[in-house]
């Protein structure tokens, strides 16, 4: 289990409370450091009333997720001190008020986890995209490349992702143009456990990344206007198609409008196969 602590005996507050942007975000919790560096907050999550359901949990959880930059003891003869990234999630149960710290760093695998903690990370495409197991919405993420954690043979559940950008704070205190994509799984008496990949998304531009954002967040507040929706499928690219393809609230003329506009013919398919079954 991540270590516990209360609010009285949390790491202390060393270091400047700062987000990706450079702002105080002005959090509830200690500020905390990643091992003995700067923290940089990099997103809010509380798990709603629908994703414990998913987890079988029965504590409500809001979780903070921290990155920075931690010196490898390694100096290189051009780029002079080498600097590997750590991540940490702090867990706050709603209930009590428990923060519980989950330090994550790479241990010899390509996700992040407690140092010690049993992962064996699969690969993506090895298995099929029905398999991916997620809370609110499926990754967007380059899956020739991607892995996501298990625990006992058993995936975690994708739970969120956070596009990094090219920021001053980012560029001296975490990393940049980079995708992390959060994971949680609850194991017996509900102990939480997280766990991250990240994604170099260099090839892509923030502005593409912003764009989808926006697009998302826009679907989320009018997927019941049918002339928003066929404005967003319009100007949407592939990866936004695919998000409304597996969107809980997909209603059947959104997938029949996804039929005709979709920018593939297999997504055009599947989508087709989809409002058919749909009421």
Not at 43 to 53: G, N, P, S, T, V
Not at 55 to 81: A, D, W
Not at 104 to 132: F, H, W
Not at 217 to 240: H, S, W
């Amino acid at each position: 289990m991540g270590k516990v602590d209360s609010v009285n005996n949390a790491p202390e507050a060393a270091m400047i409370c700062v987000d990706m942007n450079g702002k105080d975000p002005m959090l509830d919790i200690p500020w905390p450091e990643i091992q003995g560096n700067q923290a940089v907050f990099i997103e809010r999550i509380k798990l709603e009333q629908a994703d414990l359901e998913i987890l079988g949990s029965q504590i409500e959880r809001e979780l903070y997720l921290f990155g920075g930059k931690v010196s490898t003891g390694e100096v290189h003869p051009e780029y002079g001190e080498l600097f590997s990234v750590h991540y940490l999630v702090i867990e706050k149960q709603l209930n009590s008020g428990t923060l519980i710290y989950h330090p994550l760093s790479q241990n010899g695998e390509v996700t992040y986890s407690r140092k010690g903690e049993a992962t064996r990370p699969v690969c993506v495409d090895m298995i099929k995209k029905k398999d991916i197991l997620f809370l609110r919405r499926p990754p967007r993420w380059n899956a020739s490349e991607a892995s996501i954690p298990a625990c006992n043979g058993q995936m975690f559940h994708f739970c969120s992702q956070v596009y990094l950008p090219q920021t001053a704070t980012n560029r001296k205190s975490l990393t940049f143009v980079t995708t992390v994509f959060l994971f949680v799984h609850v194991l017996e008496q509900d102990e939480l456990r997280v766990q991250l990949f990240a994604q170099d998304t260099s090839e892509q531009t923030a502005e593409g990344h912003y764009r989808l954002e926006s697009q998302m967040m826009r679907f989320e507040e009018d997927y019941n206007e049918p002339t928003v929706v066929l404005q967003l499928i319009r100007a949407g690219n592939k990866l936004f198609h695919e998000y409304l393809l597996n969107h809980p609230r997909a209603s059947k003329q959104t997938l029949e409008l996804l039929a005709e506009h979709g920018k593939t013919k297999a997504l055009k398919a599947e989508a087709a196969k989809r409002a058919s079954t749909k009421t």
